[in-house]
C-alpha cells in the first residue's frame, strides 16, 4: 500500500500538467531550455509524455513553416538519445518533407511506425498519390491500407483531428 490517501492525485500527474501549461506557454527563446529542464524529471515516462505533447502540438503548427527545420534540429539536440522522442522528430521531419514534395523514400515509409503510416495515410497535407499508393499497398495494418486507398478514391476527405493523435 502506499501513504497517499485514495483521493489525492500523484505528484507526477500535477507536475506533468505544470508541464503542458509551461511548454503551451514558453517562448521560442526559451523553448529548448524548458524541454531540457522537463526531461530532467525523474519521473522518465511522464517527462517524455509531457515533451512528445509539446512536440505534436509544435510539429504540426510549424509543418510548412520555413522555421521548422531550425525548430527541428535544436529539439534534437536537446532531445538526444531518447528513442522515442528522437524518431518521432524524425517522423514529422519525414511528414514535412512528403508534405512539401522533398526527398523520401519507399523504405522510409514502411519502416515507419503505425502513428506515422496513420498519419500520413488521413492528413490532408499528405497529398502525394504516390504516398498513398504505397500505404495502401504496403501499410502495415488494415487501417492505414484502408485509410489510404479511401483517400486516393475521395483525395480532399480526412479527418481534421488526426495528426495530433499520438
Known amino acids: ?92 521531419t519525414l511528414l514535412r518533407a512528403i508534405a512539401l514534395d522533398e526527398s523520401w523514400t519507399a523504405e522510409d515509409l514502411t519502416t515507419a511506425s503505425d502513428w506515422f503510416q496513420r498519419t500520413a495515410s488521413v492528413v490532408l497535407v499528405v497529398a502525394s498519390p504516390e504516398v498513398l499508393s504505397l500505404l495502401a499497398e504496403r501499410g502495415r495494418t488494415r487501417r492505414v491500407r484502408n485509410a489510404a486507398s479511401r483517400r486516393l478514391q475521395h483525395p480532399d476527405q480526412h479527418r481534421p483531428d488526426s495528426i495530433h493523435k499520438s
Open 1 to 92: 500500500m502506499t501513504d497517499q490517501p485514495f483521493d489525492e492525485e500523484p505528484p507526477e500527474h500535477l507536475r506533468y500538467r505544470r508541464y503542458l501549461g509551461d511548454l503551451e506557454d514558453v517562448s521560442e527563446a526559451d523553448e529548448a531550455a524548458l524541454v531540457a529542464t522537463v526531461l530532467e524529471d525523474p519521473n522518465v515516462s511522464m517527462a517524455e509524455a509531457a515533451v512528445n505533447r509539446h512536440l505534436e502540438r509544435q510539429a504540426a503548427r510549424l509543418l510548412t513553416d520555413p522555421a521548422f527545420p531550425a525548430w527541428a534540429q535544436t529539439l534534437a539536440t536537446v532531445i538526444g538519445d531518447r528513442p522515442f522522442l528522437a524518431r518521432r522528430l524524425r517522423e514529422w
